[in-house]
């Protein structure tokens, strides 16, 4: 078993910035690979990053690309996401997910955190 744990979350004003922060126990953190998730008032939930085993490896929803920025440090078993330039349309429940050792941009991942609440207000 994988426990995740995000914060980080809150309201914002457009423009502005945020770092997500998840925080992982259970496993070695460094056999898994972890991804970030948003999901909209009454929208499916979407990919939104991930990051290989390492941090040596990114990939980005288009809608983020150049403004948000995934990072992890697998010394405190965290995971981050920054997120920069935010626009209204960001806000949304943010979860970080945690996959054994290969990446996806789908939502096959095994386990999941509770999710950390992002507003931005225009």
């Known amino acids: 078993q994988v426990q995740l744990v995000e914060s980080g979350g809150g309201l914002v004003q457009a423009g502005g910035s945020l770092r997500l922060s998840c925080v992982a126990s259970?496993?070695?953190?460094?056999?898994?690979?972890m991804g970030w998730f948003r999901q909209a008032p009454g929208k499916e939930r979407e990919f939104v990053a991930t990051?290989?085993?390492?941090?040596?490896?990114?990939a980005y929803a288009d809608s983020v690309k150049g403004r948000f920025t995934v990072s992890r440090d697998n010394t405190k078993n965290t995971v981050y996401l920054q997120m920069n330039s935010l626009k209204p349309e960001d806000t949304a429940v943010y979860y970080c997910a945690a996959r054994k050792l290969v990446v996806s941009l789908k939502e096959d991942y095994e386990y999941w955190g509770q999710g950390t609440q992002v507003t931005v207000s225009s």
């Open positions: 990051i290989t085993l390492t941090g040596g490896g990114t």
């Open positions: 259970g496993r070695t953190f460094s056999n898994y690979a």
